[in-house]
């Protein structure tokens, strides 16, 4: 083998090499919504201490889902509320902004991926009113 060919083939392999010392989840992924990653926590979660205060905040306001005005017959402001639109199967879909889904909240920005994945994994620990 020439030596242009072996310093080649040496310097290509520890580019290679090189190149992934350095990966790790929270480099490549910052936006990940993974217990302990990026601040969110989603392993101790709660209709009352997380979850109703996302939708008071971004839902549950006048003109919109709120018990007082209820757009789309939604009300969003309680946990029956709350619950009936999980049980519809239609919460997820409209707040992660799903193709044949309403976009929510309406004419704002999305929940942040850690809200999302807030209300998912009180969802799927049952949804319960605690």
């Given at each position: ?76 402001d ?31 920005a ?21």
């Amino acid at each position: 083998m020439n030596f242009a060919i072996k310093i080649g083939t040496f310097f290509l392999a520890s580019v290679c090499l090189y190149s992934c010392y350095r990966d790790n989840q929270s480099s490549l992924y910052p936006k990940s919504s993974a217990p302990g990653s990026s601040g969110c926590d989603t392993s101790d979660v709660s209709f009352s201490g997380t979850v109703q205060p996302v939708f008071l905040q971004n839902c549950a306001l006048s003109g919109c889902h709120a018990s007082s005005s209820p757009t789309g017959g939604y009300v969003l402001d309680n946990y029956n509320g709350v619950r009936s639109v999980v049980l519809s199967g239609r919460l997820i879909g409209a707040i992660d902004h799903s193709a044949g889904y309403s976009a929510m909240p309406k004419d704002a920005a999305m929940l942040s991926d850690c809200d999302i994945a807030m209300i998912i994994s009180w969802i799927n620990k049952g949804a319960q009113n605690d």
